[in-house]
């Protein structure tokens, strides 16, 4: 029984920037590895990034690669994701998901290795 609770999306102009937040419970968001995933209209859910149970490592997708950045706050029990330079291609509803998995790449980008999921924020990038 663990709440994640994802916010900050809304609508963007291109090449702009938005900063997303995740608060989750302290226990998991301590013992977890984070994520973010994104489903954008008439796709599947994919991955975008993810952070070590420390914060010291991350992973990410190539179409996000050097436009995001993810970071993770203890004290405040909240995972972020930073995104620039949008483009019309980044819109979808962004999900933050816990997971404790082991901590490489090929689990990471798994949907299926995540236990808890927020309720999705809606990004829209306008052209």
């Known amino acids: 029984q663990v709440q994640l609770v994802d916010s900050g999306g809304g609508l963007v102009q291109a090449g702009n920037s938005l900063n997303l937040s995740c608060a989750a419970s302290?226990?998991?968001?301590?013992?977890?590895?984070m994520g973010w995933f994104r489903r954008g209209p008439g796709k599947a859910r994919e991955f975008v990034a993810a952070i070590s149970k420390d914060g010291l490592s991350t992973f990410y997708a190539d179409s996000v690669e050097g436009r995001c950045t993810i970071s993770r706050d203890n004290a405040l029990n909240t995972v972020y994701l930073e995104m620039n330079s949008l483009k019309p291609e980044d819109t979808a509803v962004y999900f933050c998901?816990?997971?404790?998995?082991?901590?490489?790449?090929?689990?990471?980008?798994?949907?299926?290795?995540?236990?808890?999921w927020g309720q999705g924020t809606q990004v829209t990038v306008s052209s």
């Open positions: 302290a226990r998991t968001f301590r013992t977890d590895v």
């Open positions: 998901a816990a997971g404790s998995l082991p901590w490489r790449f090929q689990f990471a980008k798994r949907e299926s290795e995540y236990n808890y």
